[in-house]
């Protein structure tokens, strides 16, 4: 008897019977994010919370191929969402996962929406949805260890020529920077086909740059279609990777170095206190529903609220003032959605609902 599986097209809300086969096509896993993949081609981004991910860790494995049941849908809300579908998948407690081990060439190996010169400049400053990029590694960096807020940070640039023959700079954040390595294009022959996935756009002295964020991952010369096509148009060519001086760099921002530890209310409710969270710096895109100052302008409560529930932060004068530009007293007359780039510390803990 065959089973009859639900393809990610065919997946809403209002169903809860769904039976899918996919494939982890991760970007990444921050906490057990993940992209999935099935036979149509189609993606989707799966999530699993914090309290469950520790039951789900074990099972998962990046391009083994699942049968998963008892699953939620929701709405695909928010920014820096890695693919384009308007539904997201959520695991839960009642949620199984099955490896299925026999292969399955019906669903592709890997799979990504590459985008091309145009629609990385029409992105630029635009945080909905990350970016995807294939071209030829030119130029590559030292990894360099630089000080943002006191703590030490690595950074790489790369820079990649694309299909239409144009170079787009790309700076590599915290650990992404150790996904090339220096051995492999150094002893072999190229050219060298990086992909590097979930990346925002900026500009940086007039040309378009991608940065890396938490979700980014590269990989180098993957079999697939678009890489071996592109091998193939520029195989007889002597393409050498030259080296990036370690100058003229752009200045780190507190913002982008966040991207790479984003959390909802949830999750960071969900945080573990220990020596290894009490420093850590976090993005929490919520929205100001109640500012509470009785303890006058250098010390304030905010509660604050996203899709997955509400919490208080407690921000005092210098933190609120570099947070949004203003003093704490100016921030005591607004109600508006923000980007809080939030520094947890045990105090952010007891102050939490």
């Known amino acids: 008897m065959s089973m009859d599986y639900t393809t990610l097209k065919q997946i809403s809300m209002d169903k809860d019977n769904s039976k899918l086969k996919v494939k982890t096509n991760n970007h990444d896993l921050i906490s057990l994010d993940m992209i999935l993949v099935d036979k149509e081609g189609t993606l989707i981004h799966a999530s699993i919370r914090k309290n469950l991910a520790q039951s789900f860790r074990p099972q998962l494995n990046e391009g083994s191929i699942y049968t998963i049941t008892n699953f939620l849908v ?23 996962v099955s490896k299925f081990n026999r292969f399955d060439h019906s669903i592709p190996q890997s799979q990504f929406e590459f985008a091309d010169y145009g629609t990385i400049a029409s992105r630029c400053y635009d945080t909905i949805y990350l970016t995807d990029v294939i071209g030829i590694l030119d130029y590559i960096g030292v990894i360099e260890e630089i000080k943002t807020r006191g703590r030490p940070t690595k950074m790489r640039n790369i820079q990649l020529l694309l299909e239409e023959n144009k170079s787009i700079r790309t700076t590599l954040w915290g650990n992404t920077t150790q996904q090339i390595d220096d051995d492999f294009y150094k002893t072999n022959k190229g050219p060298f086909i990086v992909i590097v996935t979930s990346t925002i756009v900026k500009t940086f002295r007039g040309d378009y740059q991608l940065l890396s964020t938490f979700a980014t991952k590269l990989y ?29 760099l752009p200045k780190a921002q507190d913002g982008e170095l966040a991207l790479h530890n984003k959390e909802t209310v949830v999750e960071i409710k969900d945080l573990e206190w220990n020596s290894k969270t009490k420093d850590l710096l976090v993005t929490c895109n919520a929205k100001i529903i109640n500012i509470n100052n009785k303890y006058g302008c250098y010390r304030i409560q905010v509660q604050v609220q996203d899709e997955t529930g509400s919490t208080t932060f407690i921000l005092f004068d210098k933190g609120a003032e570099k947070i949004i530009s203003k003093i704490a007293k100016e921030l005591a007359e607004m109600q508006e959605e923000v980007i809080s780039y939030i520094n947890v510390s045990p105090i952010s803990l007891l102050s939490a609902n």
């Open 220 to 248: 180098v010369n993957l079999d697939i279609p678009e890489v071996a096509e592109i091998r193939n148009k520029y195989t007889t060519m002597d393409i050498t990777v030259k080296d990036i001086l370690p100058k003229g």
């Open 74 to 96: 929701e709405e695909n809300k928010g920014n820096y969402r890695p693919v384009h579908n308007q539904l997201k998948i959520l695991f839960n407690s009642t949620t199984s």
